[in-house]
């Protein structure tokens, strides 16, 4: 099956600095996610993002789905912003996404 | 969120008890799904209920048993569980496919 590796696996930044988050693929996907799962376990979809460029806010994310990978930016950190970071994609007819590792973000004062 | 709703948030669970774990989407969506968080380990897909019909899952063992009752509810009965079964279980909706998942808060399981 399709494998999805993040990195890295642990980030600690003070508040204010800039991020960059990384998914790498191993096959072709028609889906791709990245999610904010909070200290008390809530995950929130951030992005939908297959291929292309999408912003929100502080947050942004880049998808290049030729190379196979994908990048999330948090700019301006804050504590709130702390937490892991997953990417998930699934191919094309498959009704299940499949899970990277995750990013532990941990946002220092 | 509040769209996707899971009760109980925290259970603990011998293991020769037999409990249930219930989750509730208010998003009008048509697909469920359960999901299995362990730790050091991604999020796990057990099940898919699309149209309340199951169309995955996952080789997850006969000790989990789910049942859709319809779009609305989704329910994950435990039984004869083992220590390693402890985790957190985030149940999921969405609409026309896997785009736009949205999660639940998540049952944390500890199974003595």
């Known amino acids: 099956g399709i494998q999805v590796e993040q990195s890295p696996p642990d980030l600690i930044l003070q508040e204010g600095a800039n991020s960059t988050l990384r998914c790498n693929f191993s096959?072709?996907?028609?889906?791709l996610q990245w999610f904010h799962q909070n200290p008390w376990g809530q995950l929130i979809n951030l992005f939908y993002?297959?291929?292309g460029t999408k912003q929100n806010g502080r947050l942004s994310a880049t998808t290049v789905a030729t190379e196979r990978y994908s990048l999330l930016y948090i700019s301006s950190s804050q504590t709130t912003d702390s937490g892991v970071y997953f990417c998930?994609?699934?191919?094309?007819?498959?009704?299940?996404?499949?899970f990277g590792q995750g990013t532990r973000l941990t946002i220092n004062p | 969120e509040t769209g996707v709703t899971q009760t109980p948030r925290h259970l603990v669970m011998g293991m020769t008890n037999k409990k249930s774990l219930k989750c509730e989407q208010h998003?009008?969506?048509?697909?469920m799904y359960w999901y299995k968080q362990s730790a050091k380990k991604p999020l796990e897909l057990m099940f898919v209920?699309?149209?309340?019909?199951?169309?995955e899952n996952n080789s997850v063992p006969s000790r989990f048993s789910p049942e859709c009752p319809n779009s609305s509810h989704l329910f994950l009965h435990l039984h004869t569980l083992q220590p390693e079964d402890s985790a957190l279980y985030l149940c999921?909706?969405?609409?026309?496919?896997?785009?736009?998942?949205?999660f639940g808060p998540g049952t944390r399981l500890t199974v003595l």
């Open positions: 998930a994609v699934s191919v094309r007819g498959a009704q299940k996404l499949v």
């Open positions: 096959d072709s996907v028609n889906n």
């Open positions: 993002i297959p291929s």
């Open positions: 998003l009008g969506h048509n697909a």
């Open positions: 209920y699309s149209l309340e019909e199951r169309v």
């Open positions: 999921a909706s969405s609409q026309d496919g896997v785009a736009g998942l949205h």
